[in-house]
Nanobody, 122 residues
């Protein structure tokens, strides 16, 4: 059974940083692209970042470029999302997901975690 488990959410002040982690089963982590999506209050879920199975290519949403970094840690079967210079617009539930190929499209992601809440206070 595929499991994706996010951790690292919390409350942070504007301008601060957080690092989210997503642990995945080895068979998925070694072959699938991994991604992060988020859903803010009253909003639809949106793409944040994704990384190819080998870590050699990453995509970012324009609003997070230069602030967020996605990384695959093969030794730990974990993908992280390091978020810097956070602002209240980043407040959302963040979801980890896995897809056969790197993509920005939600429909391409087959497996999903439960989500972790990130709240940025002004």
């Amino acid at each position: 059974q595929v499991q994706l488990a996010e951790s690292g959410g919390g409350v942070v002040q504007a301008g601060g940083s957080l690092r989210l982690s997503c642990a995945a089963s080895r068979d998925i982590f070694s072959r699938y692209a991994m991604g992060w999506f988020r859903q803010g209050p009253g909003k639809e879920r949106e793409f944040v970042a994704s990384i190819r199975w080998d870590g050699g290519l990453a995509y970012y949403q324009d609003s997070v470029k230069g602030r967020f970094t996605i990384y695959k840690d093969d030794a730990k079967n974990t993908v992280t999302l390091t978020m810097n210079s956070l602002n209240p617009e980043d407040t959302a539930v963040y979801y980890c997901a896995a897809a056969r190929f790197i993509s920005r499209a939600e429909k391409e992601f087959e497996y999903w975690g439960q989500g972790t809440q990130v709240t940025v206070s002004s």
